[in-house]
């Protein structure tokens, strides 16, 4: 089964210039949803983790997969003031802006090694950030691992600089 198929190029959203991934019908097919879990577990097996963080909001779906997969703890990095307690903030530049994710202090447990899942690699910024406010708020990152990555962005290469060891599904 070719994952491809089922993750079709939107051109120009959200704005000019962007090619847009559309997940959903990957999401809605049970075999290809199945198939693209079992393929990050099988990535997922090449980290030492004892946690899971899904950036949001797309990379929730496929960490809580990932997570139930695996029997693992799940925490989420939010989008700012979506989080009701004390949370540790780190801004980011995306390829068409800015953003910042948020993770509540009180989530995970001292020590933890936090591997983070995502949808998409594109320039490798999100990533980036939520290794950023891992550390920050004292937790080990044990790497990054994405379903697709955009080639010809360089976010794979971006995210070795940094120190931060990424595995994905597919390269388009």
Do not use: C, W
Not at 32 to 61: N, P, V, W
Request: proline content about 5%; overall charge neutral.
């Amino acid at each position: 089964m070719n994952l491809l198929d089922y993750l079709p190029g939107v051109p120009n959203f959200p704005k000019p210039g962007i090619l847009f991934r559309d997940i959903s019908p990957l999401l809605a097919n049970p075999i290809a949803f199945k198939e693209a879990t079992l393929q990050l577990e099988t990535l997922a097996q090449q980290f030492d983790y004892s946690h899971i963080l899904g950036i949001e909001s797309r990379g929730f779906i496929f960490a809580s997969a990932l997570a139930h997969q695996t029997h693992k703890g799940l925490a989420l990095a939010r989008k700012p003031n979506k989080l009701p307690l004390a949370s540790h903030r780190e801004s980011y530049g995306l390829e068409y802006g800015s953003d910042s994710l948020e993770i509540q202090q009180s989530t995970l447990p001292e020590g933890a090694r936090v591997l983070i899942v995502d949808d998409v690699l594109a320039t490798g910024g999100t990533i980036i950030a939520a290794s950023k406010l891992l550390q920050k708020a004292g937790f080990q990152v044990a790497g990054a691992l994405t379903l697709l990555e955009i080639a010809g962005l360089n976010g794979g290469g971006l995210l070795t600089q940094k120190g931060i060891t990424n595995k994905t599904v597919l390269i388009a």
